[in-house]
């Protein structure tokens, strides 16, 4: 890559991307272990039947059908109604992010985010020739809201991202602290403010979505990938002021959600209650997997996504690589002295669980 004229902001990074190695037990994606169910595979399987038939034509270029029923799924699960007008969907949440730094970022803009936290906002961010500002956590991992407040007073960025609940750490922000960094943002000069709510169906707390009244330069992102088991589909969407909306369709590519995308999205919708059955039972093990870590000796991040952050270790990597010998793939963030699990099936975190108690009973040997 060095004889290529690749852009200076790109030298000497690395792609995105969590290593796949053939074990018993892989725990390292925050994937929904559960497959779908075989009536809604079925349903797909209609859908996309129907869709095939006419295939030789361009899809739904603004997905009509698919919008309307993410906006019905959000005002019935996320206490504040929405419209079409007020959702857009693209190719996974990552999509989602890219138009909307493709849109309110750019060269000679900048975004900030609250480290660490999702990798993906700073690596589309550098893509899109925005600049990237890490802002402060404290550490326990919650935002300091003084702190981030005056962080976002100093650096006045284009875009704020907020991630809640945060990926790797899993603890929600709260209300009050995204609407203390809205006002700021909105002080220093209009900025886009991104609540990126990914996980935000495993939380224990609610959505916060209703914050959207009255606050037309907040955004709400969201992803079928998790709570609807569904991250082969490829399905991001966000809920905003209408504006907004309109503002990412000037750089979105022309027909970006295939037909078959949105066919296979729209069979999930019609079995969410199912799907968000699993997500109670996966709420239920990832609590059991914070009591049980904590009352084997370690530290345990407050969680409220559908995996566990658990430290603190001298050497997280070797760690890492002594639990993966056991036969189970954690995920090594590269946050030090900590390690990630997914919350999995009863089975596999019996498997996890039977992994780092044999571990640990090594170390106090």
């Known amino acids: 890559m060095d004889d290529l004229p690749v852009r200076d902001e790109l030298r000497g990074k690395s792609p995105y991307g969590a290593p796949q190695l053939d074990v018993p037990v892989r725990l390292n994606t925050n994937e929904n272990p559960y497959p779908l169910p075989e009536p ?11 869709a095939a038939r006419d295939l030789n034509r361009y899809p ?8 309307t029923r ?41 975004a900030i985010g609250f480290e660490p936290s999702y990798s993906m906002h700073a690596l589309i961010a550098r893509g899109t020739g925005t600049g990237w500002i890490s802002g402060p956590r404290r550490d326990d991992f919650t ?33 009050d602290t995204v609407v203390s960094l809205y006002d700021a943002a909105q002080a220093a000069k209009p900025s886009v403010v991104v609540v990126d709510e990914a996980y935000v169906e495993f939380s224990h ?15 709400v992102s969201r992803t079928m990938s998790k709570a609807f ?9 966000l809920a905003a002021h209408p504006a907004v909306v309109d503002a990412v369709q000037l750089v979105r590519l022309p027909y970006h959600l ?23 039972r996966l709420k239920a093990e990832r609590d059991r997997l914070v009591g049980e870590l904590r009352a084997l000796g370690y530290e345990v991040t407050e969680s409220d996504a559908n995996f566990v952050q658990f430290g603190r270790f001298a050497d997280a990597h070797g760690t890492w690589r002594k639990i993966l ?20 099936t009863p089975a596999e975190n019996d498997a996890f669980l039977d992994a780092v108690r044999a571990l640990k009973k090594e170390q106090d040997a």
């Open 40 to 50: 809604l595979v079925e349903r797909i399987a209609e859908r996309v039947r129907e």
């Open 60 to 67: 739904d270029r603004d997905a009509v059908e698919l919008r």
């Open 70 to 110: 993410l906006a019905e799924y959000l005002t019935r699960t996320g206490g504040h109604e929405v419209t079409l007008t007020n959702v857009w969907a693209a190719n996974g949440s990552n999509e989602v992010i890219q138009q909307l730094l493709q849109t309110f970022g750019g060269p000679g803009r900048t």
């Open 143 to 175: 935002i300091d809201t003084e702190a981030a407040v005056a962080a976002v007073a100093e650096h006045a960025p284009d875009v704020v991202f907020i991630t809640t609940p945060n990926n790797p750490t899993g603890n929600a922000v709260s209300a």
């Open 205 to 219: 707390g609610e959505s916060l979505l209703p914050l959207l009244a009255g606050r037309p330069h907040l955004v």
């Open 229 to 237: 088991g569904a991250a082969g589909l490829r399905l991001g969407y």
């Open 258 to 280: 295939s037909a078959v995308t949105q066919a296979t999205a729209l069979a999930a919708l019609e079995h969410t209650d199912t799907l968000l059955g699993y997500v109670e």
């Open 325 to 344: 010998d056991r036969g189970v793939l954690v995920r090594d963030n590269g946050v030090p002295g900590w390690l990630r699990v997914t919350a999995g």
